[in-house]
């Protein structure tokens, strides 16, 4: 039999997953750098929410410190890492260059969510949990959405922004199907992907210097040209 | 207790060299450190050959054969291709104001590739190999040309944007771990013991992942473009390393977790894996016919030998395990040779064109005999070490059963030899393109081409027992299921 106050958290829980996936979707209809940054920390806000949620339910002190270490690292360490790295013209209000326009990208997105549901849904009925239920699917229609905006997106800040999204799917995913994982681990975890903004960031500090722009269309000397033989 | 200094000295000489007192001799700090990482490998080697398996720190810092191999191979490329720098870091890049900052970086980047094999715990083989991208990825950009920052910046999307898939691969396997009664200490040595109780699917789905977003960071087709515009701007003792472990490090972690998945019932993920070896086989195989940049040449012919391990892995048999084992080992030392005899032209003529260079051996006698044996080496030639595990890998692959893949193999195989010769071949001969350089190379380049070819050499005509039988041991672990 299930608690009133389980089946509670559950329904939060289950509230944090929908708007996990909505922060997604935010993500790629959002055409400034800026903004794209905010729903990237609301997005962790709602992962580290989730953490507590099943944390609480669980009497798991491991979930309560994954959330801490998902707020310090994402909502504050990287967007300030970000803003002292680069020039304020890099992400302040500008539109982003978009390969595909914006209603066409809602919809893959929403297919890609879709094909998630699909892709993890034999798991999920075998899990049996609903917190796992909740939380797997969403995790990797995050991670698919995060990917695709990466692949749609030819600037530096908004394609790292997208890795940043993917690793929120995984974490989404792995609060509930790893909440035992030691600390150390998740610790590791998280200082990688602070050194992950880090390079990236110097290396785009160096880009922005020597070639002028952060578009990755402007960068293609390097290619495959078959060669003539004689 | 040795695991515990190999995998610390390389922290230490990072920091050493980073002392503002200390960044004049950042170098030889270095090589210092690596040979005394290189002996700690040694002893490691030993005591797993005695006893089996090495524990330092139980369930998070143990070596097995496997583990001891590449250890060695770590710390002997790290080590020749930093004695290789000294010479050519100054030659080539001018200024020497940052060289500490290189040296400080290469030694973070030797210690994550040091720390991948001699990690136990699953989770944070994750970690360390997102940490050998980063550090490669600033090792790339560290001349920070157009060319070598484009270059850097390829190889950070595509490799980086690998790691939250194959972390979302490393989760779901905790899972598949805990659920099937495993605990929560999830080592390789436990996941090898739960792999036939663990979950199919979720196994299935997580080894998907992780192949994924590995595969991407070891080169292997579709995802190997950034591999070749990394070796043509990286410094040269770079791409030795980059080629040679770099991407043979996240195979390791592949192919560990491909023995797991091979061990549990109704896995056919094996044919898969002979399938996808094949297709980056072929994809260097025409590329090298093609390509104009003796450098890149080199990074397609990794791809091509990435997919040449990963197809024995996939035959699943004892004896293409060895096989695969031995390819790995042949091909860091052979890759690392090839790169730096690159390097020797590039230092000589300033070119990376094959089509500008011709007559290489009246132009540098040195660097066209290095060049020509290093291409003999890698392309299989018969008394070359990869000759021998191409060979065994072929006859594995008949045995057991696979030999519409052999005969695909081996005529790709084919292919990519006489690729690479034809493109050599315009280089060594034919008139001179270039006047004959007077300049001396560098000795420390010179010296560590003599190291590099030692092995290269010994290898082929005669295995050492202790190197078989480790070698044996580390077949073991990847097919002994």
Known sequence: MVSAQTQLIQGLNALAAGLVLLAAFAMVTTRQVQGVLRFLVVQSLFVAASAFLIGFNRGSIDLWALGCIMIASKVITIPWVLRRLLPADLYERREIDQLINIPTSLLIALLLAIAAEFLVGPLVTAAKDPVVQANLPIGMAGLLIGAYSLVARREAIPQLIGILAMENGAFFAGIAIAPDLPLIAELAIAIDVILIVVVVGVLTRNITRTIGTTEASAMSELREEPRSWR | ?481
Not at chain 2, 92 to 103: A, I, P, Q, V
Not at chain 2, 129 to 158: C, D, H, Q, R
């Open chain 2, 1 to 481: 207790m040795a695991l515990i200094i190999a995998v610390s000295l390389p922290l230490l000489a990072a920091f050493l060299c980073w002392l503002r007192p200390l960044r004049r001799i950042a170098w030889a700090i270095t090589v210092v450190f690596l040979a005394l990482n290189l002996s700690a490998a040694v002893v490691i080697a030993w005591q797993v050959l005695a006893t089996g398996r090495v524990v330092a720190v139980a369930g998070w810092l143990e070596a097995d054969g496997l583990s001891a191999l590449l250890l060695l191979m770590v710390t002997f490329v790290c080590i020749v291709a930093a004695i290789y720098s000294g010479g050519y870091m100054r030659h080539e890049t001018g200024s020497k104001e940052r060289l500490w900052w290189f040296y400080s970086n290469y030694n973070l980047f030797v210690f994550a590739l040091a720390v991948v094999p001699a990690l136990a715990r699953v989770n944070l083989v994750w970690v360390a190999v997102e940490l050998v991208t980063l550090f490669a990825t600033l090792l790339v950009g560290y001349e920070s040309t157009p060319g070598a920052l484009e270059a850097a910046w390829k190889m950070a999307i595509l490799t980086i944007m690998g790691a939250p898939i194959s972390l979302f691969g490393f989760l779901t396997l905790y899972w598949a771990f805990r659920t099937s009664g495993g605990g929560t200490s999830e080592t390789w040595q436990g996941l090898y013991a739960m792999a036939a109780t663990m979950s199919p699917n979720l196994l299935k789905l997580s080894f998907l992942l992780v192949f994924v977003g590995f595969g991407a960071k070891s080169g292997l087709a579709p995802m190997h473009t950034w591999l070749p515009d990394a070796h043509s701007q990286a410094p040269t003792p770079i791409c030795a390393v980059l080629s040679g472990m770099k991407t043979t490090i996240p195979l390791y972690a592949i192919l560990r977790l491909l023995s797991i998945v091979l061990g549990s019932p109704d896995a056919r993920i094996g044919e898969w894996m002979v399938v996808l070896g094949l297709f980056s086989v072929g994809i260097a195989a025409f590329l090298l016919l093609q390509v104009r940049d003796y450098k890149r040449m080199f990074a397609y012919s990794t791809v091509e030998h990435m997919g040449i391990i990963l197809t024995a892995a996939g035959f699943a048999t004892h004896a293409a395990a060895y096989g695969a084992v031995a390819q790995m080992l042949n091909h860091s030392i052979t890759k690392s040779l090839c790169f730096y005899a690159a390097g020797m032209v590039l230092l000589a003529l300033e070119t990376r064109q094959i089509s500008q260079v011709r007559g290489l051996f009246r132009i540098s006698p040195f660097a066209a005999s290095a060049l020509l044996l290093c291409s003999l080496a890698i392309a299989g030639a018969p008394p070359f070490p990869i000759f021998l595990s191409e060979f065994s890998i072929l006859s594995a692959g008949l045995r057991s059963g696979h030999s519409v893949a052999v005969i695909v193999l081996a005529v790709l195989i084919v292919i990519a030899f006489v690729a690479i010769f034809l493109q050599v071949n315009s280089m060594l001969f034919g008139e001179p393109s270039h006047p004959a350089t007077r300049e001396r190379a560098p000795r420390s380049c010179g010296t560590a081409i003599l190291i590099a070819v030692a092995p290269v050499l010994i290898l082929g005509v005669y295995i050492p027992g202790p190197i078989h039988s480790l070698m044996t041991l580390a077949a073991q672990q990847l097919g002994g299921h």
